[in-house]
């Protein structure tokens, strides 16, 4: 069955622009977690001296992408002094390094980094997206910051009406995911999803979800993710979708 024609689809929520326009609108006003707005502001004010004098976003990050994607990609949350920094996700630092080089590889990126919001990147064919919008501390959001943030996910999943790809970026992006489509009222998939890297699963409904590790530091420094591997998620999701 093709996703837009899942029973979890809402038919009257119309997959363009403007819509996700008004969400992304309501995303950056958003306080709803008061330790996250506390600290996405104290991090912006005390800054490490790299970053001194350079004005921080510090607040929450709307998703980003082609509004008509096939890919989707859920990450965790935006890094400290990376989105919280420049506003966008994945945008200055290591982590969107890295991810960036390897959505470039596999074409849905028409550049290979990301410094920030005026660079002339832009993503075809995929959007990204996260598990809470704000930094949390030591990159670790509460239980009940994930459930405060899940009905932006929600709403950007049935606006999102032709994604046909998930990745996982992360355990909890990979979950915060499959958690997500239960709520909307997706089938649980015939066979139960692992997460091991690379790992795709048919979720039955026209849906393939990939694992893939974070790209955080704590995984690229240590080797537990070696750029082949990053690559290889998407160069996989890029055959699943075609070339088109
Ligand atoms: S994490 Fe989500 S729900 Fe919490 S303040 Fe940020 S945008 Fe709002």
Known sequence: MAPWQSPWHNPAALQSPTALEGLNARIVRCRRCARLVAHREAVAAA?????????????????????RARLLLVGLAPAAHGGNRTGRMFTGDRSGDWLFDALHHAGFA??????????????????????????????????????????YLLHELRLLDRVRVVVGLGRIGWEAYLKARRALGAAPAATRPVFAHGAASDLGDGVTLIACYHPSQQNTFTGKLTMPMLRSVFIHARKLLGSA
Not at 47 to 67: E, H, Q, S, T
Not at 122 to 147: G, W
């Open 110 to 151: 028409n550049r290979p980094t990301s410094a920030h919001v005026g660079d002339g990147l832009r993503l075809r064919d995929a959007y990204i997206t996260a598990t809470i919008r704000c930094a949390p501390p030591d990159n670790k959001p509460l239980p009940d910051e994930i459930l405060a943030c899940r009905p």
């Open 47 to 67: 800054p490490p001296r790299r970053y001194v004098g350079r004005r921080y976003w510090a607040r929450p990050l709307p998703g980003f992408g082609d509004p």
